[in-house]
């Protein structure tokens, strides 16, 4: 018997496989590949077909699955859009999900910032897209895509002898576009936690 998340997944390919194909590929930014669309999820090679979705091979059926099942059900045929970046609060209908945005996001973030600059090169090879430019504020920042129509601005400040670290993390312009708010508040969340198993393995 399946896990509650595969039910929801499931349900959730069925109506993203609803759309027509040329639909589909445009609004996942993907590589269609047979019944199959391709594309970059969370750092990894993601395939999402009629009978499930993959990550770097291996079936994905917990919440970053669900995740990727709501972007394809949710995404739109619009380009992003990275600017104004938006804080997760000015999105509509966000408040609910603030403080575990906040708490799971950004302050996750902070006891790893001293290993976060010293290894953002791995992490923007991971999550970034090739050859963009470096951002310049904060201490240091990084432009990262858990999808590709969905981009995070992490924004980060090295502690000193008067204030803590700090990690600021905000959304494209028209993220909610892409995903609903509650997805988005999980997708910073599971990039979060990207970043933690790069900077330490």
């Known amino acids: ?26 609004a996942l930014c993907a590589d269609r590949q047979g019944e199959s669309f391709c594309f970059t999820a969370f750092g990894e090679e993601c395939r999402l077909s009629p009978y499930g979705i993959t990550l770097s ?11 990727i099942s709501l972007y394809g059900v949710h995404a739109k045929t619009d380009a992003v859009v990275l600017e104004p970046f938006k804080a997760f609060k000015e999105l509509p209908d966000s408040m609910p999900y603030y403080g575990a945005f906040s708490s799971h996001s ?12 010293k290894r953002r090169e791995t992490i923007k090879k991971a999550l970034g897209i090739p050859d963009q430019q470096d951002r310049t504020e904060g201490d240091f920042s ?7 129509k969905i981009a995070l601005l992490y924004i980060c ?4 002898d008067e204030f803590p670290a700090s990690v600021t993390c905000l959304f494209s312009a028209n993220a909610s576009l892409f995903m609903p708010v509650d997805g988005l508040a999980d997708v910073a969340e599971y990039t979060s936690r990207k970043i933690i198993d790069l900077v330490h393995n």
Do not use: T, W
Request: hydrophobic share 35%; with cysteine; aromatic share 8%.
């Open 1 to 26: 018997m399946g896990s509650n998340y595969e039910k929801i997944i499931r349900k959730n390919i069925e109506k993203a496989f609803s759309r027509p194909a040329g639909e589909l590929e445009n």
């Open 57 to 67: 091979g291996r079936a994905c059926n917990g919440p970053r699955g669900l995740l």
């Open 142 to 148: 990084l432009l990262l895509y858990p999808f590709p």
């Open 106 to 117: 950004e302050r996750i973030l902070v006891p790893h910032v001293l290993h976060m600059q």
């Open 157 to 160: 400040y090295m502690p000193d």
